[in-house]
C-alpha cells in the first residue's frame, strides 16, 4: 500500500527574525508537512533557522534538507544535532549528504577531495551519529535519541548507506555534470531515476528495511501549457528531448489537476510520497496539496 503523501519546502532566502517567522508561518498555514533548510554558504544556517521555526510554529516538522556532513565534525554535530532536538520538541528531522559544490569547500577551507573521500566521511558521520547521541544527556539526565535520518544523494554508496540507515531515502534526480569538475549537476532521465530507486528496493530488501522516498523537484510551473513551459526549461537541461522533460519526476508542469496526477503516477512509478519542493515554488505548489489532500483519506501528516 502506497504510503500517504507528505510535503517539504527548502527555505533559500535568508531573513531577519520577524520576518522569518511569518515566513515560517506561511509554510505551515500552506499546508506543508515539513520545513526544511538546506546547508549551502550563503544560504542560512540550518540549526539556529530550524529552532526559529519551532518557536513559530506548531505542527510541521523541521528538517535540514540536506547537511553538508564534509563540513561538520561527527562530535560537534551530535552536540548541534541533541541541542536543536530538544528545542524543537524532538520535530527535528536529520538529514545528511557527502556534500558536492568545490567552491564552497575552497572557501571554507576544507578539501574537496574525492567522491570516495566525501562518501567515507558521510558513513563516519552517520556511524558516529548512531552511537554518540544517546550519549548526549537531556534535562533527565537520559541520552537524546537519534532523530529520523533522511540520507540524499545518486550514486550507489550513498544509496545503499541509506538503504540501512535511513528512514527516508532522498532522491537528488541529478547526477555530476560529466562537462564540469566544480560539482555542478544535471538532470537525470526518468528512466535513471527509475533505475536508482531499484538500486535502493534491492539494497532494502538486503537489509531488511523500508525507508521512506523522497524526491527534490527542482521547478514547478503551473500553467495550462505545458509543451511551452518545458520549452523554457529546454536550454537548461541540454541532454534531455521536451518528451524526457515532461517525463521527469523533478519537473512540475501543468494546471494543478495534472501536476496532482504527475505526483500520484510519481508515487506508483517511483514510490515517491515525500516530496520536497524550493522556496520559489512554495506559493505555486500550495493549490496542489491542497488537490492532493482532497483525494486521500485523513490529512497523512508526519513521519511514515
Not at 527516508?168 to 555534470?177: I, K, M, N, Q
Not at 500520484?264 to 519542493?277: D, L, Q
Amino acid at each position: 500500500m502506497a504510503r500517504r503523501f507528505r510535503f517539504g519546502v527548502n527555505l533559500l532566502e535568508p531573513a531577519r527574525g520577524e520576518a522569518w517567522e511569518r515566513k515560517c508561518r506561511r509554510v505551515e498555514a500552506l499546508g506543508y508537512d515539513v520545513l526544511q533548510v538546506p546547508d549551502h554558504l550563503d544560504w542560512p544556517a540550518p540549526f539556529p533557522s530550524l529552532v526559529a521555526a519551532a518557536h513559530a510554529t506548531r505542527r510541521p516538522r523541521l528538517g535540514t534538507f540536506v547537511l553538508n556532513a564534509a563540513f561538520w565534525n561527527p562530535v560537534l554535530l551530535a552536540r548541534e544535532v541533541a541541542t536543536t532536538v530538544r528545542l524543537t520538541g524532538g520535530r527535528l528531522e536529520l538529514g545528511l549528504g557527502a556534500g558536492y559544490v568545490r567552491v564552497e569547500f575552497e572557501r571554507a577551507g576544507l578539501a574537496y577531495g574525492t567522491a570516495r573521500d566525501r562518501v567515507d566521511h558521510l558513513e563516519r558521520t552517520v556511524e558516529a551519529l548512531t552511537g554518540l547521541l544517546p550519549g548526549q544527556p537531556g534535562a533527565d539526565g537520559t541520552g537524546v535519541p537519534l532523530p529520523p535520518l533522511l540520507l540524499g544523494g545518486n550514486g550507489p554508496r550513498v544509496l545503499r548507506l541509506a538503504a540501512r540507515h535511513a528512514a527516508v531515502v532522498a532522491f537528488t534526480g541529478a547526477e555530476a555534470d560529466p562537462a564540469s569538475d566544480d560539482g555542478s549537476l544535471r538532470l537525470l532521465s526518468a528512466a535513471a531515476v527509475a533505475e536508482r530507486v531499484a538500486t535502493v528496493r534491492g539494497f532494502a530488501a538486503e537489509y531488511g528495511t523500508d525507508p521512506e522516498f523522497n524526491v527534490l523537484v527542482q521547478r514547478v510551473v503551473v500553467t495550462a501549457d505545458r509543451a511551452a513551459a518545458v520549452r523554457d526549461v529546454a536550454p537548461h537541461a541540454p541532454h534531455l528531448g521536451e518528451e524526457e522533460l515532461l517525463d521527469l519526476p523533478t519537473l512540475l508542469v501543468g494546471t494543478v489537476a495534472e501536476i496532482a496526477e504527475q505526483l500520484r503516477r510519481g508515487r506508483e512509478r517511483f514510490g515517491f510520497g515525500y516530496v520536497t519542493v524550493l522556496e520559489p515554488a512554495m506559493e505555486a505548489f500550495a493549490p496542489v496539496i491542497a488537490e492532493l489532500r482532497r483525494g486521500e483519506p485523513g490529512e497523512g501528516r508526519g513521519a511514515s
